[in-house]
């Protein structure tokens, strides 16, 4: 009887498979290791009380997974549910067969080779893609190499892919969403499809972290795999042993376990663990293993740990690109802090220009808009870690300017077209040289404008079979805007009408009526806004603009996160527009001097007396009612009468774009209105600035406030939505806060708190300093965002 509790070492961790000249992920997964020391061997009858029958339908599971793959890239056919279904089943209870007929096989070797004295002890890692099981075998080389080339074989049995997805019709429904691409990228979503399905129907076998293992489309991803596998890369396997030899005997041990394995491990005995770990760090075998696995292409595991995975954020404008506003910033900052944590993320967003380091792929595809193929193109580049996709098309070019501009039914076409073709892109752009394909897969839409893409991913693919495994969430940036139009606007969509009930709201001004959002909101998989203050107010009739009932309804997948900050883009140390022109870039550390620097020089640029005792006020933001500019015209003659500066910096309405150039010829002295969008005045005025007004009637979340408080720029706030959040009101009694704010939108509110602003920065200059100081000091960056991003983009994955 061979002895049982001989774990030596058990690990969970996530890999990539990283190529290519730029060393970029392809794709990432967890791997798991189970490894059992010599001597204890593979137990009679289980390993950490699942059977062996069990550990390796782990690994055949996870094999498959990769296999299954490859049969269909072949074929360029696609399995979805059904007979098909059923079939891959067959296979998979053969193969288990016959990988019980190998265990038995196994049995009788170590029986005969008197397995409780062993003298060989022969550790075989059995490598079946995402998942690693390593077993120790007491018995002969030459057994044991007949085993393994047995329970290979059983393994890479052909001709189970071939009764697993042959005689498979096309796997593309009869949709009017027409795809003839010419890039040969079929294969890829194909790939992706299966290999989702094949994880599903064995979802109660695979450990759930297993089964998020392949995530990608396995076109040239299977080619990428075997030669990482054999020349270029370390195995996956050979990963495992730069974390040990990087850790210490407890860390190993402090390692997060496989959900599926922890309760077995806790029942080890002490003694068990501790000299096998032991036997681990020690052993000239490991540390053989180590020094294979050093290679460059080793990474660190991931800070989202097995919850990795493939994440397309899609949005109308994105920074530097393209941006009207802060949707634009968060779609350029967001992907590049979840890449930071490990996931394997692309941004899809129009392209509107020429830009500069994206290559064209050669990829082309046809969409149908309002009966009509329109085709695209696909650009790509990859920047900091993310795969930035920018679909081209002679609808979008050229407006950069005017994102969007032209009447509703051209904005309308824009977007289907935008949202058709970017939700295709998983399965047709190669990113270096590997699509993403649609298992694993979680898009980020953001605002109405993409609020389509969770209707077409429901519409056109998962009501079909297809995409089984994607999700989507939908970002409420500003519910003000919502894709409202008449009833008979649908048709555009391109939907099948009974998918009309969505988009249906009534409204007491409008009547009946279609709406983009609500349809949004309806079929995602989880809504976030972009703050906590904004998530509540979302759900009251003032705050939910008509759509607060269909967000009530869905409050169950409603979270509030506030954003973050870019801190490269938006730090005065790094500012690359404080550099020149007298600005000058400045820290904590010479705020003192390079604050003070930084607004001489906007006092200078701007024509305005350069004067260092005298506050300079500014504002940025986009003219309209949202931002309540007229509330500072109200303020204006107020203002005017205290020794104070004020630059305003925006664009919008035409009314409050003639109001600022008023302002500024009526007291040239003292105000100057900027009408324009300039992001290099909008990053010179934060540093020059030594206070930001913004009273917004209502802000979901807000960004240059953040931006303000990281420049040591004071904010003084209306406190609603992501404003009051963020805007710890100033106490002086305890010396805390970070700025002021007012409670309700009105002008003689405003002068109120600005009125103490002023007061404290003219005699309490050791207050103002320490409010200056506290928002510097603050972690604003997307890092912690991000985190939160990924719960729900979890949650969103294991929903049903
Ligand atoms: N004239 C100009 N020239 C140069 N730059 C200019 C400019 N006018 C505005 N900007 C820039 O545009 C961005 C505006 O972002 P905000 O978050 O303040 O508001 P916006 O309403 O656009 O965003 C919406 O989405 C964001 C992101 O979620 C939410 O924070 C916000 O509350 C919500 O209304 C900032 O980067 C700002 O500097």
């Not at 109308?316 to 979840?338: F, H, I, M, N, Q």
């Not at 506050?615 to 309209?624: A, C, H, Q, T, V």
Request: aromatic fraction near 10%; charged fraction near 25%.
């Amino acid at each position: 009887m061979a002895s049982v509790g001989c774990v030596s070492f058990v690990t969970e961790r996530a890999a990539s498979i990283w190529s290519g000249r730029d060393r970029r992920p392809r794709f990432s997964f967890p791997v798991y290791r189970l490894r059992m020391s010599p001597g204890c061997a593979i137990s009679k009858d289980s390993i950490f009380g699942y059977s062996r029958e069990d550990c390796v339908r782990f690994s055949l599971c996870s094999r498959r997974q990769v296999l299954g793959s490859r049969g269909v890239r072949a074929r360029g056919e696609g399995s979805v549910e059904g007979e098909d279904g059923d079939r891959l089943e067959d296979a998979f209870d053969a193969t288990i067969e016959k990988s019980k007929k190998v265990l038995a096989m196994q049995r009788d070797l170590l029986q005969q080779n008197g397995h409780e004295d062993p003298k060989v002890g022969v550790e075989q890692d059995f490598d079946v893609g995402a998942a690693s099981v390593s077993v120790t075998f007491n018995i002969s080389i030459a057994e044991r190499r007949k085993l393994v080339s047995s329970i290979k074989s059983s393994i890479i049995n052909p001709e189970d892919n071939e009764v697993s997805y042959k005689g498979r019709d096309s796997s593309f429904p009869n949709m009017d969403l027409t795809s003839t691409g010419d890039s040969g990228g079929d294969e890829d979503y194909n790939g992706g499809i299966l290999s989702g399905n094949y994880v599903h129907s064995n979802a109660d076998k695979v450990p759930a972290a297993l089964s998020s293992a392949t995530s990608r489309g396995f076109g040239e991803g299977e080619k990428e795999l075997g030669k990482d596998l054999s020349l270029e890369n370390p195995s996956l396997d050979l990963e495992a042993p730069k974390q040990l030899k990087d850790t210490s005997p407890k860390t190993v041990w402090s390692d997060p376990l496989p959900s599926f394995l922890s309760k077995s491990v806790e029942t080890a005995s002490p003694k068990e663990e501790k000299q096998e770990d032991f036997r681990e760090l020690s052993s000239e075998e490991v540390n053989n293993e180590a020094a294979v696995s050093m290679g460059e292409d080793v990474k660190p595991p991931p800070l989202a740990g097995t919850n990795v995975m493939n994440i397309i954020l899609v949005a109308a404008e994105c920074a530097p690109w393209s941006k009207t506003g802060g949707l634009g910033d968060v779609a350029g900052a967001l992907p590049k802090a979840l890449a930071r944590r490990g996931h394997r993320v692309m941004v899809v967003a129009p392209r509107y220009g020429n830009y500069a380091e994206a290559q064209e792929t050669g990829v082309r595809k046809k969409y149908k808009v309002d009966g009509q193929d329109m085709e695209v193109t696909y650009f790509q580049a990859y920047i900091d870690g993310v795969d930035f996709v920018f679909i081209d098309s002679h609808m979008f070019r050229h407006i950069e300017k005017n994102i969007y501009g032209g009447n509703r039914m051209d904005i309308l076409k824009r977007m289907v077209l935008f949202c058709k073709a970017a939700i295709e892109v998983p399965w047709h752009v190669p990113c270096g040289g590997v699509c993403y394909g649609d298992g694993n897969l979680v898009f980020i839409a953001n605002d109405w404008h993409t609020a389509l893409l969770p209707v077409y991913l429901k519409a056109y693919y998962r009501d079909n079979g297809l995409m089984q495994y994607t999700r989507s969430a939908l970002v409420i940036h500003n519910i003000a805007h919502q894709g409202r139009g008449p009833v008979e606007d649908f048709s555009y969509t391109g939907l099948p009408e009974h998918y009309l009930d969505l988009f249906k709201l009534y409204d007491p001004v409008g009547g009946e009526h279609f709406n983009i959002f609500a349809a949004g909101l309806k079929t995602a998989d989880r809504v976030v806004t972009v703050s906590h203050g904004y998530a509540w107010e979302l759900k009251t009739s003032e705050g939910g603009w008509g759509l607060h009932q269909i967000i009530n309804e869905n409050d169950w997948k409603l979270r509030g996160i506030v954003n973050g900050i870019d801190v490269k883009d938006w730090n005065p140390e790094l500012d690359i527009y404080l550099e020149s022109d007298g600005y000058v870039n400045y820290s904590l550390e010479t705020l003192h001097t390079g604050k003070p620097q930084c607004k001489a020089a906007l006092q200078k640029e701007l024509g305005l007396p350069i004067r260092e005792d005298v506050p300079l006020i500014g504002f940025i933001g986009r003219l309209d009612h949202q931002k309540g500019v007229d509330l500072i015209a109200e303020a204006v003659p107020w203002m005017v009468g205290q020794d104070v500066q004020l630059v305003m910096l925006g664009t919008g309405r035409n009314d409050l774009e003639q109001m600022l150039r008023q302002f500024e010829s009526q007291h040239h002295d003292k105000i100057r209105g900027w009408v324009g969008f300039s992001v290099k005045m909008a990053h010179r005025i934060t540093a020059g600035a030594d206070i930001l007004l913004m009273p917004s009637r209502f802000e979901p979340c807000g960004l240059n406030q953040l931006y303000a408080m990281n420049y040591g720029t004071i904010p003084v706030v209306h406190a609603v939505g992501g404003l009051r959040d963020t805007v710890q009101p100033f106490d002086p009694y305890n010396e805390s806060g970070l700025g002021w704010t007012f409670d309700r939108a009105e002008a003689n509110r405003l002068i109120h708190a600005l009125g103490n602003c002023l007061l404290t920065y003219r005699q309490y200059k050791q207050s103002w300093e320490g409010l200056q100081r506290r928002g510097m000091m603050q972690d604003l960056s997307w890092d912690h965002a991000a985190q939160n991003y990924e719960e729900v983009l979890v949650a969103a994955k294991y929903q049903w």
